[in-house]
């Protein structure tokens, strides 16, 4: 089965071709996968704003449907012979650009007469665990950068067989807009045992970015700092003379003073919060504004107060995955979501399932399929087409919510 899949429940407009077969043990090949980013839309406010994002999938939509299509050996006429099934990630999201996704997939699905799901963008993020690309894709070059910003996803397509996953499993999902741990009991049985009750995980890095002067999205300049302290903290044990210590967040600042709090680490439930953190993070840094709001500490100390903001985020997120994982006994531990491409992250949370589970899988997306992608929408659609979901162009609804 060739499934056509498409996302824009955000700022990035995917689209892509995935090859199903089998149905106890289906397997995935990716045909094409098509990303537009709008971070440059969005960056000069800081976050996403969702009207310019909607305005953004409407010019992006064909030339990202077009490159699919391209990429996997086809034109966009083709569409009615290749395509079995569309999916379309129908919800949660924001509305105003989920419904160029939807309006596009209902008026394919229309035109080609195909069935079409409506998929739960968070199921997405987990199933692009079923999909194992087969490298690096060196071509992975941005093409026609301005004004669609369009690029083939950072894989090369095809893909390689996935291991059997091992249900139970609890999947810790933490994208932009969500911060969720799921049980996953088998297909299409997802129940959310936990979730942050303010910021999600990537809105807190992508707050803290634009508090610290850093662009949107947040995610990857903290880290890149981040490891840039790590990579300082390293020479200076080596080199104890020459190199500052990263630690001293001024020289007024103690290390101690620079510690954040691990919101609701020890709380019995599986929720989070992170909007706690951000405002740690203010009161740490406001009296060293200046009064045209730049921030006036050295490259070093921004450095370490990444290291150790991306350390709150990644112990609490840790801590309640593990414990999870254990009370309900599960087979795998998986994650998801634009934060899973956070390489501490990725590392640590797999040392943690090695050294407290040994007998539970660790499992988790390639980093370009971590972030918001249409490869996962068509997974998670044949899944829901197995499980008998599917629909006409007619059924199918935009929703802001779960
Ligand atoms: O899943 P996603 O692409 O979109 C949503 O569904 O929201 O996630 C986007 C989020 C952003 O908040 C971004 O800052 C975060 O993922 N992110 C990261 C990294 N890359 C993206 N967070 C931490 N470390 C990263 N390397
Ligand atoms: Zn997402």
């Known amino acids: 089965m060739i499934i056509?899949?498409?996302e824009t429940s955000c700022d990035d407009t995917c689209?892509?071709?995935v090859k199903a077969t089998g149905?106890?043990?289906p397997r995935f090949e990716i045909l094409s996968s098509i990303r537009s980013s709008q971070a440059d839309i969005h960056r000069e406010f800081g976050g996403v704003v969702p009207?310019?994002?909607?305005?953004?999938?409407?010019e992006n939509m064909n030339p990202v449907l077009?490159?699919?299509?391209q990429d996997a050996g086809y034109a966009i006429k083709d569409g009615k012979k290749i395509i079995n099934l569309i999916a379309v990630t129908s919800h949660p999201g924001l509305i105003p650009c989920l419904l160029i996704g939807t309006s596009t997939a209902q008026t394919l699905a229309w035109r080609w007469s195909k069935p079409i799901i409506g998929v739960n963008h968070l199921d997405g993020h987990i199933y692009a665990n079923w999909v194992n690309p087969i490298g690096v894709n060196p071509k992975s070059e941005i093409?026609?950068?301005k004004p669609q910003h369009y690029k083939s996803s950072g894989f090369k397509y095809g893909a390689r067989q996935v291991q059997n996953i091992k249900f139970p499993a609890i999947c810790l999902v933490v994208s932009g807009g969500h911060t969720q741990l799921v049980l996953m009991r088998g297909h299409?049985?997802?129940?959310?045992?936990?979730?942050?009750r303010d910021d999600a995980a990537g809105e807190a890095f992508d707050k803290v970015a634009k508090l610290l002067g850093l662009p949107f999205p947040g995610g990857p300049p903290i880290e890149r700092l981040a490891q840039s302290a790590r990579n300082i903290a390293e020479q200076t044990q080596n080199n104890a003379e020459k190199i500052p210590r990263p630690s001293a967040f001024s020289q007024r600042k103690s290390a101690r003073e620079l510690q954040l709090p691990r919101p609701m680490i020890g709380s019995k439930d599986y929720d989070f919060s992170f909007s706690g953190l951000k405002t740690a993070v203010l009161y740490l840094v406001q009296k060293e504004f200046t009064s045209h709001r730049k921030l006036l500490i050295s490259d070093l100390q921004l450095a370490a107060l990444c290291a150790e903001f991306q350390q709150a985020i990644i112990d609490v997120l840790i801590a309640k995955t593990i414990r999870a994982a254990k009370q309900y006994n599960a087979g795998t531990v998986i994650l998801g979501g634009?934060?899973?491409a956070n390489r501490e992250l990725r590392k640590q949370l797999g040392k943690a399932v090695k050294r407290q589970l040994p007998a539970t899988d660790y499992r988790l997306p390639t980093t370009a399929l971590a972030v918001d992608n249409a490869v996962m929408i068509a997974i998670a659609g044949y899944f829901d087409y197995l499980g008998g979901k599917s629909k006409t162009w007619k059924d199918i609804k935009a929703r802001a919510v779960v």
Do not use: C, M, Q, S
């Open 15 to 17: 689209a892509a071709i």
């Open 143 to 145: 093409r026609n950068p």
């Open 23 to 25: 149905r106890k043990t």
């Open 51 to 58: 009207y310019l994002a909607a305005r953004a999938h409407v």
């Open 66 to 69: 077009k490159g699919a299509f």
């Open 4 to 6: 056509l899949g498409i």
């Open 338 to 340: 634009g934060v899973a």
């Open 188 to 196: 299409g049985d997802f129940k959310i045992i936990g979730e942050t």
